[in-house]
C-alpha cells in the first residue's frame, strides 16, 4: 500500500458512520497492513499514565494495561518528541510490548523494530501511536515520514470520537461522557473491562448518579464495590465535595456511634473535647457505608433518623443538628434474611434500598478476566522490577473458565502470587518471565460429565421430532443440576456454566419450577 493509498484509506475510515472505538480500531488495522508490522497500538495520556483504546497484534491482557510513563523509556520518550520516533533494533531500551506481541513464538522478541509518534489535539498532548515489527529493518526514513504524515488523519478520528461523544452526553445530559473503562484522572481508581453486564452497570451507576436517592450496592466479597460506590460520587453532583469512606464491619460496637455522629465532651472516659462524627465530616458529600450489614442495632436505629430527617445527634448531647450527607451502602450479606434473623432492622433497609444495585460476580463477566489479569500483570511487572511479565496460553485460559469465588481481590492476589512464585523457581528480573499455568495454584475445572450417546440412538424408520427433543434434554439437566445444588438457582447456573438470569429464562421457558 503507498503513501496516497494508505491517506484515502485512512481518510475513509473517518468519514464512515462508526461507533468511536470500532473507528479506532480501523485505523491501527489499517496501518498495521500497510507497514507490514506485528503491533499497533493507540495509548491515551492520563496523568502518569499511558492507556490503551486501540490496538492490533497484541495479546488480549494487553489492553488491560496501564503502562506509568516513568517506567516505560521508549513511550516517554516518542512523547518528549514532536516527530515521529524510530528506535535501532539494537537499542538498549526495553520494548513495553516485550512478551505481548501476537505473533511472537512463546512470547519472545529477541530484536525487533519499533518506532512511534506523540498525537496532539488542540495543542495538547494526547497520548501516541507505536508500531513495533518482528523483523529488523522493517522501519525505515521512509517509513517514519509516512507515519508522520498518517498522524494527522490520526489525531482527526480521534477528534472526531471527542465532538460525537461530547454531542451524546449533551443530548443524554450527562455530565461527562460514557466510557467502557471509566477511569478518573483525579484518584486512579479504575473500573476495568468492556463486558455487557460490566457496562450495563456502569449505565446504571451513571443514571442514579444523578439523583440523591440512596443506593445499596449487593455483590459477593471482591467484586469492588468500593470502586462503584466511588464511581458513583464521581458521577454526581456533590463529586467536588468529601467522599468518605466507613468500614461497618471494623467499627467496635462501643465506639460505633460516637465514630459515625461525633460525641460531646465527658460523653465517656477519655472524651476529652467535642468532636465531630464521619457524617459531619461527608456534609454535602458522601458517605459510603461498606458492610452495612454488620452494623450494631444501637446505630442502625440512628441511622435510620439521619435517613427520615438529615439529622444527627452526637453521644452525650440532647440537641440534634442537619447534616447534608448522600448515603451509599454496601453489602455482601442477604440483608433480608437478617431481618428475618432479627440482625438487621427492615425499615433500615428500605430506607437504604431505595436503588438496589447488584454487583455483577467475575465468573458473569468473563471477557473481562485478561483484561484485569494484563493489569494486575503490568503493576506486578513494575512492583519486581522485571522487564516483562506475561501469561502462557494456558495460564490464561484456566483464568478464564475458573469460577472466582474471591472475583476481582482473588484474581489479583493470584496473579501477584504466581509472579513471585516464577522468580523463587530462577526467571531473571531481565528476562521476559512468562507465567504458566502450574504457578496459578488454581484448581482444575471439572470435567463435563460424559453423554451417552446411546441415548440419542434414531429409532429406525421413525420421525424425531428434534426441537422437543432437544428441550427435554435442556429440562433434564437443569432438574438435575438444581437437584445436585439443592435447588440454589445461583449454583445450579455455575454447574451448567450459564448466567444466572439465563437460567431463570430458559427454566421458565420449559415450564421447570
Same mark, same amino acid.
Not at 512478551?99 to 523494530?113: F, K, N, T, Y
Not at 471494623?250 to 456511634?257: D, F, G, R, T, V
Not at 528480573?429 to 460429565?449: G, K, Q, T, Y
Given at each position: 500500500m503507498h503513501d496516497e493509498s494508505l491517506l484515502s484509506t485512512l481518510v475513509a475510515d473517518l468519514v464512515t458512520d462508526l461507533p468511536a472505538v470500532v473507528r479506532l480500531q480501523k485505523v491501527v488495522s489499517t496501518l498495521r497492513q500497510h507497514f507490514a508490522c506485528g503491533a499497533v497500538v493507540l495509548l491515551k495520556q492520563e496523568q502518569d499514565i499511558l492507556k490503551p483504546l486501540a490496538a492490533t497484534g497484541l495479546v488480549r491482557e494487553a489492553l488491560g494495561r496501564r503502562f506509568i510513563i516513568a517506567q516505560h523509556p521508549r513511550l516517554a520518550t516518542i512523547l518528549a518528541a514532536r516527530d515521529s520516533v524510530r528506535f535501532e533494533p539494537d537499542s538498549t531500551l526495553p520494548d513495553p510490548y516485550d512478551?505481548?506481541?501476537?505473533?511472537?513464538?512463546?512470547? !519472545? %522478541?529477541?530484536? !525487533?523494530?519499533c518506532m512511534g509518534i506523540s498525537l496532539y489535539i488542540e495543542g495538547q498532548c494526547w497520548g501516541v501511536l507505536t508500531l513495533d515489527a518482528l523483523q529488523p529493518g522493517t522501519f525505515d526514513e521512509?517509513?517514519?515520514?509516512?507515519?508522520?504524515r498518517a498522524s494527522l488523519l490520526v489525531e482527526a478520528a480521534i477528534r472526531i470520537g471527542q465532538m460525537e461523544q461530547n454531542i451524546r452526553a449533551l443530548r443524554n445530559s450527562r455530565r461527562d461522557n460514557e466510557y467502557a473503562l471509566a477511569h478518573s484522572p483525579d484518584t486512579g481508581i479504575e473500573i476495568i473491562g468492556n463486558s455487557p453486564a460490566l457496562h450495563s452497570v456502569l449505565q446504571e451507576l451513571d443514571v442514579v448518579a444523578g439523583s440523591d436517592l440512596p443506593v445499596?450496592?449487593?455483590?459477593?466479597?471482591?467484586?469492588?464495590?468500593?470502586l462503584f460506590a466511588r464511581q458513583?460520587?464521581?458521577r454526581s453532583a456533590r463529586a467536588e465535595q468529601p467522599l468518605v469512606y466507613v468500614n461497618c464491619a471494623?467499627?467496635?460496637?462501643? %465506639?460505633?456511634?460516637s465514630e459515625l455522629f461525633g460525641h460531646t465532651r465527658g460523653a465517656f472516659s477519655g472524651a476529652t473535647a467535642e468532636r465531630g462524627g464521619r457524617f459531619d465530616s461527608a456534609h454535602n458529600g458522601t458517605i459510603f457505608l461498606d458492610e452495612v450489614g454488620e452494623l450494631p442495632a444501637s446505630?442502625?436505629?440512628?441511622? %435510620?433518623?439521619?435517613?427520615?430527617?438529615?439529622?444527627?445527634?452526637? *453521644?452525650?448531647?440532647d440537641r440534634s443538628h442537619v447534616v447534608n450527607v448522600r448515603i451509599v451502602a454496601a453489602t455482601n450479606r442477604d440483608l433480608k434474611q437478617q431481618i428475618k434473623n432479627g440482625d438487621f432492622r427492615a425499615d433500615l433497609y428500605h430506607r437504604l434500598s431505595v436503588y438496589p444495585l447488584p454487583i455483577p460476580p467475575l465468573r458473569e463477566r468473563r471477557g473481562d478476566i485478561s483484561l484485569l489479569a494484563g493489569h494486575f500483570l503490568? *503493576?506486578?511487572?513494575a512492583r519486581l522490577g522485571l522487564r516483562s511479565l506475561r501469561l502462557s496460553t494456558e495460564a490464561e485460559t484456566m483464568l478464564t473458565h475458573y469460577d472466582w469465588p474471591g472475583n476481582v481481590r482473588e484474581l489479583e492476589h493470584t496473579i501477584s502470587r504466581a509472579a513471585i512464585k516464577a522468580l523463587s523457581q530462577g526467571a531473571q528480573?531481565?528476562?521476559?518471565?512468562?507465567?504458566?499455568?502450574? %504457578?496459578?495454584?488454581?484448581?482444575?475445572?471439572?470435567?463435563?460429565?460424559a453423554i451417552s450417546a446411546q441415548s440419542f440412538e434414531l429409532p429406525a424408520g421413525k420421525h424425531i421430532d428434534m426441537k422437543a427433543t432437544l428441550q427435554q434434554v435442556q429440562r433434564q439437566l437443569i432438574e438435575q443440576a438444581l437437584k445436585q445444588s439443592d435447588y440454589k438457582w445461583a449454583q445450579a447456573a455455575r454447574i451448567l456454566d450459564l448466567d444466572p438470569s439465563n437460567l431463570h429464562k430458559l427454566a421458565h421457558k420449559l415450564g421447570v419450577k
Open positions: 512478551g505481548l506481541i501476537e505473533a511472537s513464538p512463546d512470547g !519472545h %522478541l529477541a530484536v !525487533h523494530d521512509q517509513a517514519k515520514q509516512a507515519l508522520q445499596l450496592l449487593l455483590g459477593e466479597t471482591g467484586v469492588g464495590k468500593e458513583l460520587h464521581r471494623a467499627l467496635p460496637e462501643s %465506639l460505633a456511634e446505630v442502625q436505629a440512628k441511622l %435510620l433518623r439521619v435517613l427520615q430527617n438529615g439529622e444527627i445527634q452526637r *453521644l452525650g448531647s503490568e *503493576l506486578n511487572r528480573r531481565n528476562d521476559i518471565v512468562s507465567i504458566d499455568a502450574s %504457578l496459578l495454584d488454581l484448581p482444575m475445572a471439572p470435567e463435563a460429565p
